[in-house]
């Protein structure tokens, strides 16, 4: 039991410690982003070795090591992403007149290549540990991943919470993709999926030998998803998800990060048409 708080306690500090940094160094003055994103770009090297170096092991160490190089990796994916590095071939905000499909086209267009970007680390990563018997870091990203599709229909179907105070200003155009609504009939789905899924982990982690790698794997990846339950919570309740990383948001006096104008997100909010798929920071969720 010990172990298992202390892999929840891990996974969590991880979570909220990596997404604080990211928030950090994307709230420094522009100039400095070369430097962050070589040092990342190390850290995604070294993480790439890490996750096959202890893709044959099933120790009790190398599934944290695998774990935290999965959080890693998607750490460099969303720092990419909003220094604006990576993105997509639409860098403009959503014509006032466009509408239905094509208001989906342009959306989906602003994170295209940040997509495809993750396919490929997918594809790689499966073949870094393929046939090997420690794939937590590799199901940790995909968790991430597909928690990080579920938070962008969500978002283009509508949630209360648009957190955009996480957006920085480079990328200001995406918020007249976003929807303000009170919920949508996906999310119910969603969190009850993530949830159910959780559960089964937990299950399979209570089951497991005592203080063995497929316990402390399977309550890494249990807490990893509940985080990003919790995560979608915060789209629909009145909580400041800021609240969490306030100390990463306002520690630059030159911080990138900022509101949208409030004629810009009251004119999003007046249309009427469907809104098209963005992309919520994804917090190592």
């Not at 500090?13 to 990211?22: M, P, R």
């Not at 509940?226 to 306030?246: D, N, S």
Request: aromatic share 14%; with cysteine; proline share 5%.
């Amino acid at each position: 039991m010990q172990l298992m708080l202390t892999a929840i306690v891990f996974s969590t500090f991880l979570w909220w410690f990596s997404t604080g940094i990211i928030f950090y160094l994307n709230a420094r003055p522009v100039h400095t982003f070369r430097w962050s994103m070589l040092a990342a770009t190390l850290v995604l090297a070294a993480a790439l070795y890490g996750l096959w170096a202890s893709a044959a092991s099933t120790t009790v160490s190398s599934a944290f090591v695998s774990f935290s190089c999965g959080l890693l990796i998607w750490g460099w994916h969303t720092m990419s992403y909003y220094m604006g590095i990576v993105t997509g071939p639409r860098k403009a905000p959503c014509p006032a007149s466009c509408s239905g499909w094509m208001r989906f086209v342009y959306a989906a267009s602003t994170g295209l290549y940040h997509e495809l970007a993750i396919i490929v680390t997918v594809i790689l990563m499966a073949w870094l540990t393929w046939d090997q018997p420690n794939q937590v870091g590799l199901w940790s990203f995909i968790l991430l991943w597909l928690m990080h599709v579920s938070a962008k229909l969500n978002v283009f179907l509508g949630v209360r919470n648009l957190n955009i105070e996480f957006i920085p200003k480079r990328l200001q155009y995406l918020t007249t993709y976003f929807r303000q609504a009170p919920m949508n009939l996906l999310f119910p789905f969603s969190v009850t999926a993530g949830t159910i899924i959780t559960v089964l982990l937990t299950q399979q982690a209570m089951n497991a030998e005592a203080a063995s790698f497929s316990e402390v794997g399977f309550i890494l990846l249990a807490s990893l998803l509940a985080l990003a339950v919790i995560e979608h919570w915060f789209m629909i309740l009145p909580i400041p998800a800021e609240t969490l990383w306030r100390w990463s948001l306002n520690s630059s006096k030159s911080s990138a990060v900022s509101r949208p104008s409030s004629d810009t997100l009251s004119s999003s909010r007046r249309r009427d048409a469907d809104p098209a798929i963005t992309s919520l920071p994804e917090h190592q969720g």
